[in-house]
């Protein structure tokens, strides 16, 4: 049995202002029988206090709300566990945050217009430890980074202790390759690329894919070329 006495499953918390998007958020994954909603919250303050009070395995976090924003609540709650999972929500999936909030420790971001689907699968990826963005939003992201080039191209300090192949296995997470994708490239097997990948977030002290891919912006590993 779950925490709180809840029935087992991925354990879901909604922190959304706007009541019927709680609602329909609800019916979509309490239809699923590996999800229970545990609770909800209609601003980021109330969804902290709410992931103190109920540890759940996902929080799905909108972006814009009153008193508290999603980038602002995801930053302290991951900063308070980083073992929190947030995925957030937003309107629209070109919105400007995304890179704020993925920065702030989100492990996934949806367009609230994606297939019920999608987000059903990016609940279930994020609980099981990976990285899920809507369809789009992960090349709308690589895009906006790779849009203004840092001028200076100073290899950072941590960069040293990878190894060429995990360098290479650096450069394809920041492309958003997959572990299949980064195996076909270097012609090896996926067992060894996700032991790559494992060393690569340990040496650089990365959290998941994600911050790979900002890792590699803000340090102009990448050019839009490239």
């Known amino acids: 049995m ?25 019916m979509i ?17 109330e969804g902290l206090a709410a992931a103190e ?18 980038i602002s609540a995801t930053g302290a709650m991951v900063a308070r566990d980083p073992s929190a999972r947030v995925v957030i929500l937003t309107t629209y999936a070109a919105d400007e945050n995304i890179e704020e909030a993925l920065r702030a420790g989100a492990s996934g971001f949806f367009a609230k217009t994606d297939e019920p689907a999608e987000i059903v699968a ?32 100073v290899p950072p300090p941590d960069l040293h202790h990878l190894t060429d192949r995990e360098c290479e296995v650096l450069l394809l997470l920041g492309r958003g390759r997959s572990n299949s994708e980064i195996a076909h490239e270097l012609i090896i097997g996926e067992a060894t690329v996700k032991t790559h990948v494992a060393r690569v977030l340990n040496k650089l002290g990365l959290r998941d894919r994600i911050q790979a891919v900002v890792y590699c912006y803000e340090h102009a590993l990448l050019t839009a070329g490239r």
């Open 53 to 70: 009070e109920l540890r759940p395995d996902v929080v799905l976090m909108d972006i814009r709300m009153p008193v508290r924003d999603g």
């Open 122 to 153: 990016g609940v279930r990826a994020v609980a099981g430890d990976q990285v899920q963005l809507g369809p789009g939003v992960f090349q709308l992201v690589l895009d906006r980074f790779l849009e203004h080039p840092k001028a200076v191209h």
């Open 29 to 45: 994954l309490e239809a699923q029988p590996d999800i229970v909603v545990v609770g909800e919250a209609a601003n980021g303050d």
């Open 2 to 26: 779950s925490p709180h006495g809840s029935p087992p499953g991925i354990r879901v918390l909604i922190v959304d202002d706007q009541a019927v998007v709680r609602g329909g958020l609800r």
